[in-house]
């Protein structure tokens, strides 16, 4: 499935993107992570390559744990499992980690229409990204990654404009688009959790739930 990004922008910082932009900040808040590909995006990275390098091995063996983890999983409540407590373990995570727990803590709280999605150019070019993308009314991105959510538009132009260095600028002339990810071992995430499964969540991993103020 691919969403078209459109030329309308929605600047009304409203409760939808307000309550998203706290769960991309209780992600952070609460499974704190280092990342090679932030490293990677410094403009002095040449004074910090063996740390890049660090960091791109601690989080191939984390994957590689968390892999490991999902395939031996007998039940839903382990799968969810895998996931945070190897990323807590390791403590490092790129995109599709931010976009995984993004889908995680979300659905925790009450959000159960959302994906994973790639961020793609238009013609399938691949933008190596991927966040949670909301089919709401209005559709809407969690980037826990970069630390913000915004509607579709306006995070497509956000990601040509102020982020724009974590990309390939080739194919940021394109317009951006939004593509479910299919497959791999993270793909249960995308389907709607049952209310057991968002029971488990919430007793299970409390510092993902959000109180709305009234």
């Avoid at 078209?4 to 009304?12: E, H, L, P, V, Y």
């Avoid at 993107?17 to 990275?45: E, G, H, W």
């Avoid at 490991?68 to 807590?88: G, Y």
Wanted: with cysteine; hydrophobic share 35%.
């Amino acid at each position: 499935m691919r969403i078209n990004t459109t030329d309308t922008t929605f600047q009304s910082r409203n409760s939808t993107i307000r309550f998203a932009d706290d769960i991309a900040r209780r992600v952070n808040q609460c499974y704190p992570r280092k990342s090679a590909s932030l490293i990677t995006s410094m403009k002095n990275i040449d004074r910090f390559r063996s740390l890049e390098t660090r960091l791109s091995e601690g989080i191939a063996q984390m994957r590689q744990t968390k892999r490991d983890r999902l395939f031996a999983a007998k039940t839903f409540p382990d799968m969810l499992r895998a996931i945070v407590d190897t990323i807590k373990e390791f403590k490092a995570g790129n995109c599709g980690e931010s976009a995984e727990l993004s889908a995680i803590v979300a659905k925790a709280n009450g959000i159960q229409n959302c994906y994973l999605a790639e961020v793609e150019g238009e013609y399938g070019n691949d933008l190596d990204h991927t966040v949670l993308y909301v089919n709401d009314k209005i559709p809407y991105i969690i980037d826990s990654w970069l630390g913000f959510a915004d509607y579709v538009p306006n995070a497509a132009a956000r990601y040509k404009n102020e982020y724009l260095k974590y990309f390939d600028e080739y194919y940021m002339n394109q317009k951006i688009v939004f593509t479910k990810k299919d497959m791999g071992v993270d793909y249960f995430l995308n389907y709607k959790f049952s209310d057991f499964a968002v029971k488990f969540l919430r007793e299970q991993f409390p510092e993902t739930v959000i109180r709305k103020s009234s």
